[in-house]
């Protein structure tokens, strides 16, 4: 009886272990989640992109400034000195934050024991603003108490925090690009995936390759109606987005729906390789779902900041499309930036899109033969 029980285990130890696909899932898949959510994945931040504007040049100034380049939380870039350079960092999205001091700060502070830093933030992504303005926040009131040690009347220096593009930090400037690149990343990867898959299963297939029909026809018939449907989807949350959310497009709607539509067709490419490679729709529904799914919520940098991942994974979410659509989406449609703000994204769009429609063409037409 236990010899039997002990065969029976042996066997079934076996069958799992000859099963790669089962031994990813049991193996790799943990290992991923814990390396993803303990090590790669954090919503502290790290080595913030920030200028410093210092018009006093005196000795707290660069007292204050040397303590911030100290910290873990920032990566000081520059020191700017005019408004418009300031202004254009911030459109460029080269930088989250700048820190600002204002013309005789270290004479203002010693006669009247008041003075004032100004540090603005770009609040498109709210939480990584309030995250990093409370950093520096902290790092000014430490040493301001380093600096009341012993002092009869207390020094007080008081930072002024002012948010761009989103001053009342809502969470609909934020969420609205992370929604529409994750929805027509899935719904378009989806419903493509199993498109030509199903076909294979209902056994049509062969009645369409002895049909007159060219391969590239059966595609664009499969491709047609989604392109479609994700379009009016677009047009649907946008609409949504203006009425009920607050939040219109402030650069061109022209070329927000330009930039979309490759996006789409960009997704519809990656659909496309998923059904001509799978054998049934499940595995293509699982591999669309598990494939695109997580990729696009973590490393899109719409829920973490991408620049706090270890280098591997950056280098990894550059393969990600929806990572460069949400850089244009939050471009173009929070901070009204045009083309010239946007075309390296635009670029790399394009040439995944052509990448990928090359790559299913090719597969597609060695099963076909």
């Not at 040049?57 to 920032?74: C, H, L, V, W």
């Not at 939480?127 to 009347?153: E, K, M, P, R």
């Not at 499309?321 to 635009?346: C, D, H, N, Q």
């Amino acid at each position: 009886m236990h010899s039997q029980l002990l065969t029976f285990i042996k066997k079934e130890f076996l069958h799992v272990f000859r099963d790669r696909k089962t031994l990813l899932m049991l193996f790799g898949l943990p290992i991923a989640q814990i390396v993803l959510f303990g090590f790669a994945l954090s919503n502290e931040v790290k080595d913030s992109k920030i200028v410093v504007a210092d018009y006093s040049k005196d000795a707290t100034t660069q007292q204050i400034i040397a303590k911030i380049g100290s910290s873990k939380y920032f990566n000081i870039q520059q020191s700017l000195q005019s408004a418009q350079q300031l202004e254009a960092a911030f459109k460029k999205g080269d930088i989250k934050m700048a820190v600002i001091f204002p013309p005789n700060f270290g004479n203002n502070l010693q006669h009247t024991n008041k003075a004032t830093i100004q540090v603005i933030a770009d609040a498109s992504d709210p939480n990584l603003a309030t995250t990093v303005t409370n950093y520096v926040t902290n790092i000014i009131n430490d040493y301001n108490s380093s600096l009341n040690n012993g002092n009869v009347q207390p020094l007080q220096i008081t930072p002024e925090v002012q948010m761009l593009y989103n001053p009342e930090l809502r969470g609909a400037p934020n969420f609205v690009p992370g929604v529409m690149a994750l929805v027509f990343m899935l719904v378009c990867t989806m419903m493509t995936s199993v498109a030509i898959v199903k076909e294979k299963e209902l056994g049509t297939m062969e009645i369409l390759l002895v049909s007159p029909f060219r391969p590239i026809y059966i595609i664009i018939s499969k491709l047609a109606p989604n392109l479609i449907i994700s379009v009016v989807n677009l047009f649907i949350i946008l609409i949504l987005s203006s009425v009920f959310l607050d939040l219109q497009v402030k650069g061109s709607v022209l070329l927000l729906t330009f930039c979309s539509m490759l996006f789409i067709l960009t997704s519809l490419a990656v659909g496309l390789l998923l059904s001509i490679n799978a054998q049934t729709q499940e595995s293509a529904m699982t591999a669309s779902l598990m494939g695109m799914m997580l990729p696009t919520m973590l490393l899109t940098g719409f829920l973490f900041p991408i620049e706090n991942m270890p280098i591997p994974m950056q280098v990894l979410a550059n393969l990600v499309p929806s990572r460069w659509y949400f850089i244009i989406v939050k471009r173009v449609m929070l901070k009204g930036l045009g083309f010239e703000a946007v075309w390296k994204e635009t670029l790399i769009l394009a040439a995944m899109c052509v990448l990928l429609f090359t790559i299913s063409l090719r597969k597609f037409k060695i099963r076909l033969q």
